[in-house]
């Protein structure tokens, strides 16, 4: 006996310290109450099955040209800021390095180089001087793919799309951080594009840091709870409706209008709520995202594009089903 209520203390201390799911609270209780009123369990309407998006993993293999500076090339570059570039370049690290490692080296590079090809030329180096120049041409040429590969195709762009096991106390638990790195990231891309760079924006590595807390995963997980949770509440209410229980002989009876508080005062004064943040989120990462992406769709490979309309799609029922679950209680509850 004393075992078993210690084992009923233990889990009830176990179901307080658990973290709350504020949205999935919410969406359930004004499931609840419809279903209650309405007298259709939850659990007799089917789920909608739970949409997966294809992982997109960039290829480990880069067919990106590193250029032709040879050792003796490098030799001669003394008096050159560029030469401290090749040579950590031709280092076992830098032969090794990450992509967006090898696009900072090849910023740098694109920065510094125009200097060392007119101190060659007033030298009279010609012939170095357009080895510098062809490989400037060739890392311009390439810059587009090197920025996809090292800003949405490395492991820092995975984690940030990564699926939660839980959302918490999301929207507010979100860090701020990754939408303001978004922004700069999509503001320096411009400028790399444009050939109108500072020093201070090739340190890539701290904003890429920040991404690896998955806010767009999360946003992911809030769009499949919702259409999940809104999708029964309408079938509940469609069941409810051919049944009769809201309209008889023309008018509305009781339990249409109870439901009709319900709606009002459960999901547009409490699920709506939470819904208006989290779209409110998706805005803030969206909007410097699609901006990133924009400049470098000409870089974006087949598989990066077919994974993008799938994300694309599931986050556009964060708008689609609140509005797809009003249309439809409008619908049954005033067609009386």
Partial sequence: MLRQQLAILLLLSITACSPAEVGAEKFDNYLQRLSRVADVEVESVEATRRPKIPT???????????????????????????QANIARRNTSMGRTASASQKLILDLEFLRLAPACIELLTQQGETEIAKTLHDNIELRRTHLKQRLFT?????????????????????????SGDTAQALWILSQRVERF???????????????????????????????RLQTDKLTRGSAIIDLAAKRGAYCHRGAIT??????????????????????????????????????LETRLKDALPGAYVVWRQHREDLLEQLYAAPRQHVLSAQALLNDC
């Fill in 56 to 82: 997109f993993s960039q290829s480990r293999r880069s067919n990106i040209p590193n250029g032709t500076l040879s050792l003796i090339d490098f030799l001669s570059l003394s008096g050159c800021a560029l």
């Fill in 193 to 223: 594009l444009d050939g109108q760079w500072t020093e201070k924006d090739e340190d890539l590595e701290p904003l890429l840091a920040k991404l690896r807390v998955n806010s767009g995963g999360q946003l992911i997980e809030a769009a």
């Fill in 254 to 291: 009781d339990v249409g209008t109870v439901t009709k508080t319900v709606v009002a005062k459960y999901f547009a004064g409490d699920v709506q709520t939470w819904s208006a943040r989290v779209s409110q989120r998706h805005y803030e990462i969206q909007t410097p995202l699609l901006a």
């Fill in 150 to 174: 090292a800003l949405l195709g490395g492991p820092e762009w995975q984690d940030f799309w990564r699926i939660p096991n839980s959302l918490l106390n999301y929207p507010d638990n979100a």
